[in-house]
């Protein structure tokens, strides 16, 4: 198949797209994303040389190994986040957790801190958190692990590194660029790296938010799901939320985006 240019995306091409990709990840494609979709798309019709987005589709769908699909949701997904953005909810964190450790009750009920940032894309939103942790918690024994989830793969890589531009940490409060943060790449580079001790803290996950059940044992005492359920409907959101509450640790706290409500759920 020989394709110069992306082809055009028919409205039928798109409801198979949009079923596909709801019932896979839960994201919620109105009509007015199929421009959108047609220009993600671009890159892998390209490279694959589709003559169609049907053909495209079908490969897809009889893509058994799953990579296909995973760089479909990759395209499509959308991850824009910076360090501490929506920096209340790390203050809130930071608040809280000094309050539980002084309370002997909860000390003795809870041996381990346990946060869940899911939908982490590029991490840094786990990064801010344990750089948070860190701080509230450099005075007690407590230990603490964050665990960080997503649905892209290739976004996953890339919190795994730990690796931004250093112009990109003027979000981040001033003592903690000093103590949580080394130079990386060469010189000049103008790239920073998140302190091993912290990296260590972190586990990183693929998972898909629209699984029937989540594989944790553990409850967690804050889940962070910011800037994600918004593009889902309102049925996805209710399932998600009692997932959800199914792993929150008693007190434990579910935090959701500034533009996000959970009025009615």
């Avoid at 910011?226 to 959800?244: C, H, K, P, S, W």
């Amino acid at each position: 198949m020989q394709a110069d240019c992306v082809p055009d995306l028919t409205d039928a091409e798109y409801e198979l797209f949009r079923r596909l990709i709801y019932d896979k990840c839960g994201i919620n494609l109105g009509p007015q994303k199929q421009q959108l979709v047609r220009a993600r798309l671009g890159k892998r019709m390209r490279a694959g040389q589709f003559n169609s987005y049907r053909a495209y589709y079908d490969f897809v769908r009889g893509d058994t190994s799953g990579n296909e699909l995973a760089g479909l949701i990759d395209a499509i997904s959308t991850n824009t986040t910076h360090l501490f953005r929506e920096s209340q909810h790390f203050e809130f964190v930071r608040k809280t957790v000094r309050t539980w450790l002084d309370d002997a009750a909860w000390r003795a009920a809870n041996n381990e801190l346990r946060c869940w940032s899911a939908g982490c894309s590029s991490g840094e939103e786990p990064y801010s958190l344990a750089m948070t942790l860190d701080d509230a918690l450099s005075a007690s024994r407590t230990p603490w692990r964050i665990l960080a989830t997503d649905i892209s793969t290739q976004i996953l890589d890339r919190a795994r590194r730990g690796v931004y531009e250093s112009h990109r940490l003027g979000t981040v409060p001033a003592e903690f660029r000093r103590r949580y943060f080394v130079p990386a790449g060469k010189r000049g580079d103008n790239l920073v790296q998140v302190h091993p001790s912290i990296q260590s803290r972190i586990a990183f996950a693929h998972l898909n938010l629209m699984s029937p059940t989540f594989p944790f044992r553990l409850g967690f005492h804050f889940i962070f799901c910011r800037n994600v359920m918004i593009y889902f409907d309102r049925a996805t959101q209710e399932g998600l939320v009692e997932r959800f509450s199914r792993h929150l640790r008693p007190g434990g706290h579910l935090i959701i985006g500034h533009s996000e409500s959970l009025n009615a759920i």
